[in-house]
């Protein structure tokens, strides 16, 4: 009950200081305060779809709740506004640098930086004087209601319905005044009637090659009878006509000469009453104004310069060397692979134009990683219809660094990394880069969550890549379109913990597709490790033996292990800019450890065993599926989930997995409410301490390694103030371990059972966006805990009166860098 009562004070004595708001300063006699906005009576209009035409926006309030926070930080600032200071600033800076700035020679050093001192600290005052102080600017100043603002409002609604085939709409719009609060409630009345839908779709082309283009793509056209009238959707069937003429041979097209005519049933003297809100709509192709018909333009030459921008002082004119039709231009036109290039242009001699073509030939140079830039037009003069492509090659040697701080487990640590690149190797446009990273990362215990130490981790890794399929025959130029590459990889990683210190050698190659921005395949025949672990601690020796006693096979994860798998991934994103939009990702994983030592029948007998030398070699598959939706709720304001699913296994007669391919849940990027690594698996709870004895005390002071992996996230993210950002979370989910692999049942997946070992731990957050970095602070809360018994693993009961309100490990603060997906 006392727990209760301090919840209830403490939001009461939030909401009394916003009502502590002095409207009467705020407003002038007969204004009132835009205090909220109401649609009513749309069913089949989503109320979102009609939101964005408030001519007013009301002023924020906290979770909905009457608590005005960026209203009254602006009325706090307007307290200690003085905008005669600010004047007064403005003429003593003009009078300070203006007399100085006219003694200074033009031509000087000093004019220029005089110039820039005065300009701006005149910015700084100039906002002061516009905007406000600092306190005003992060605020919102009042909203004041205006009844013509909200007429026009309900006029663009009605507009907006006409145009989603609602041509009897009616919209409407009352308000409510309170005299008391000074505060003003506009409801919006909607009512939809009838839509009209589309009866017939006809199409008026009086050139015979376009008519046959738009007839055998009929399939593809998005106006199709049935459907209900839908602006949106013509503009969107223009933008197709657009495309596929362009991509057919019309350079010269644009969506303006497609047009839209409606019939609606006045029109038809002898259609049926029943037949009132059909429409019939007509797609007209109208002719150029300065020709009877739409030219088609087939290409006659393409002429590439490899090294546009590039001044050669010992020469005047560039060379011209023609391979496969294309004329290469260039003062060294040996200097890149002609043979190599031709695979990347898809603008060819002969061909007709293509719109598409030409963007994909720009996108496949620029994304070799060797030209700053690739520029396409094309060349109509003398009757000739010419492509033209230019390209500014990068420096062949680069070198940079980066220093920086990473938030590891919620601990900051320096890291440095160093990168070294060559361009065209070899000739043939291949790509060689090296780097090298050392880090110290704030890291805790393996067996301790709360002790707290420096963790180093050293890595040099190399790559080579090549612009094409290593692959013999015909198959390597098979899919010149989708952007192949070849990638060679080594590497060397080394990490030294007070537990253990482990070192793992890397080599691998892989195959990249690109079909767009959206849609990228990596495929890897050879990921060979060898992992090696020189040094256990003696505790950790012993914590390994217990578990080892217990049943868990972790041991051998430490244990020098060869594994060479396949893997292959999938990555689809249909926002690559980032831009707040509904959007999808997906990234799929599969990985099959151990397939290339079955296809090596010459050492079958040596492996049978798994054990070459002292080495276990290690097999297992691993499957894994991310999946991320992100969905705007407003104009300052998103939801964004998070589903996360994966299963691995060792197989034949291997009996664990390499440690680095376990799944682990818990941390600032997963269930937010457990410590890194720490949550489950399943319902098991932490039985050992780090002496390796048994307490059964759930205190989550080891990494929990499992082999089924189920992790769901729901994050609603709203603007605060400025650069800061709230977000309201729920995550879920757990890891679970195999039958054969540990001896507790509660670790085991079971159908009838997983369900009630779903860890649910909600939170808040608060995110600060720098614009080139996002600090993000969480808090996660522990809902419900599966490693208690039954009948104890909801904690939502446990709120304390103590800050911060929670038992003892039942919040835990997460410090990331980025969004947590």
């Given amino acids: 009950m006392r727990k209760r009562v301090y919840i209830i004070l403490y939001v009461i004595t939030i909401i009394s200081l916003s009502g ?58 307007q307290k200690f506004y003085k905008p005669e200071k600010a004047e007064q600033n403005i003429e003593r800076i003009r009078d300070r640098y203006d007399s100085r700035i006219a003694a200074a020679d033009v031509n000087s050093g000093r004019y220029q930086r005089l110039r820039r001192r005065r300009d701006r600290k005149l910015e700084k005052y100039q906002k002061q004087l516009d905007e406000g102080n600092w306190l005003m600017r992060i605020g919102e100043p009042p909203v004041v209601f205006d009844s013509l603002l909200s007429k026009e409002t309900a006029e663009q609604m009605k507009f907006f319905l006409n145009s989603k085939g609602y041509f009897n709409a009616e919209t409407s719009y009352s308000f409510d005044l309170d005299e008391k609060r000074r505060t003003a409630k506009v409801t919006y009345q909607i009512t939809e009637n009838e839509a009209n839908r589309i009866k017939d779709t006809l199409r008026s082309v009086d050139n015979v090659h376009i008519d046959s283009l738009l007839r055998a793509n009929r399939r593809f056209s998005l106006i199709k009878p049935g459907d209900i009238y839908d602006e949106d959707l013509l503009n969107q069937e223009r933008e197709r006509i657009d495309r596929l003429l362009k991509n057919n041979g019309y350079y010269n097209f644009n969506r303006q000469y497609v047009e839209y005519r ?30 009877p018909t739409h030219k088609l333009f087939r290409v006659d030459d393409v002429f590439f310069t490899i090294d546009a921008n590039i001044l050669n002082p010992t020469r005047r004119r560039r060379d011209t060397a023609v391979y496969q039709n294309i004329k290469y231009v260039s003062y060294n036109t040996n200097v890149f692979s002609k043979k190599i290039l031709d695979t990347k242009l898809m603008v060819r001699p002969g061909d007709l134009y293509s719109f598409q073509n030409t963007i994909e030939t720009q996108r496949l140079l620029t994304s070799l990683d060797i030209f700053k830039f690739a520029n396409i037009y094309y060349d109509t003069t003398g009757n000739k219809f010419i492509s033209r492509i230019s390209a500014s090659p990068l420096e062949k040697y680069t070198v940079s660094d980066e220093w920086g701080v990473t938030v590891t487990q919620q601990l900051p640590g320096p890291f440095v990394n160093l990168t070294f690149k060559m361009r065209n190797v070899f000739g043939g446009l291949e790509v060689f880069e090296t780097s090298i990273r050392a880090a110290i990362e704030g890291q805790s215990g393996f067996g301790n969550v709360d002790q707290v130490y420096a963790s180093q981790e050293f890595n040099v890794n190399a790559s080579l890549a090549f612009p094409q399929l290593l692959f013999p025959g015909r198959l390597k130029n098979s899919f010149n379109r ?94 690559p800019t980032g831009i707040v939009k509904e959007a999808r990702y997906h990234r799929l994983f599969a990985e099959s450890g151990g397939t290339t030592l079955n296809l090596l029948t010459l050492i079958a007998d ?33 939801w964004a989930f998070r589903l996360n699913v994966g299963i691995a296994s060792p197989y034949g007669s291997s ?32 039985s050992l301490t780090t002496t390796g004895e048994i307490d059964y005390a759930n205190n989550y002071s080891f990494e929990q390694p499992g082999d089924i992996l189920l992790e769901a996230s729901a994050e609603y993210r709203f603007d605060i103030i400025s650069f800061i950002e709230g977000a309201v979370f729920v995550d879920a989910g757990n890891v679970w371990t195999w039958k054969s692999q540990i001896s507790s049942p509660e670790a085991r997946f079971r159908f009838n059972q997983f369900y009630k070992q779903i860890a649910i731990g909600p939170g808040v957050g608060l995110r600060m966006d720098f614009s080139f970095l996002i600090v993000r602070l969480d808090m996660g809360v522990k809902a419900y805990d599966p490693g208690k018994p039954e009948g104890q693993r909801w904690m939502i009961n446990q709120v304390s009166s103590r800050w911060p309100f929670f038992a003892k490990q039942q919040a835990v603060f997460n410090v990331g860098i980025g969004y947590p997906f």
């Fill in 20 to 77: 502590c708001l002095n409207k009467s300063k705020l407003l002038k006699k007969e204004e009132y305060l835009l205090y909220s906005q109401t649609i009513k009576g749309n069913k089949k209009m989503p109320t979102s779809d009609l939101e964005p035409f408030y001519r007013q926006e009301a002023n924020t309030r906290l979770f909905g709740l009457p608590i005005m926070h960026l209203l009254w930080l602006y009325s706090q600032g």
């Fill in 262 to 291: 409606v019939f609606t049933d006045s029109t038809y003297k002898d259609r049926p009453v029943e037949t009132d809100n059909l429409i019939d709509i007509e797609t007209v192709i109208n002719k150029p104004p300065d020709r």
């Fill in 655 to 686: 009996k664990v997995m390499p440690y680095e391919r376990y799944f682990f849940v818990g941390g600032s990027n997963s269930i937010r409410a457990w410590p890194s690594r720490r949550l489950g698996p399943g319902g098991d709870a932490d």
């Fill in 606 to 638: 040596n492996i049978r065993n798994d054990s070459l030398e002292g080495i276990q070699l290690s097999r297992f598959f691993k499957l894994s599926h991310d999946f991320r939706y992100y969905l705007p709720a407003g104009r300052k304001s998103n």
């Fill in 482 to 575: 989708y952007n192949p590459r070849t990638r060679l990889i080594g590497g060397f990683n080394f990490t030294n913990r007070p537990e253990y210190r482990r070192a793992t050698f890397r080599g691998a190659m892989n195959y990249t597709f690109q079909k767009d921005l959206k849609h990228t395949f990596i495929i890897a025949p050879v990921d060979a490790n060898l992992v090696y672990t020189p040094y256990l601690s003696d505790p950790f020796r012993r914590t390994l033996d217990s578990l080892e006693s217990a049943g868990s096979n972790l041991f051998r994860s430490f244990q020098r292990t060869f594994y060479s798998s396949i893997n292959a991934t999938y990555t689809y994103n249909d926002n």
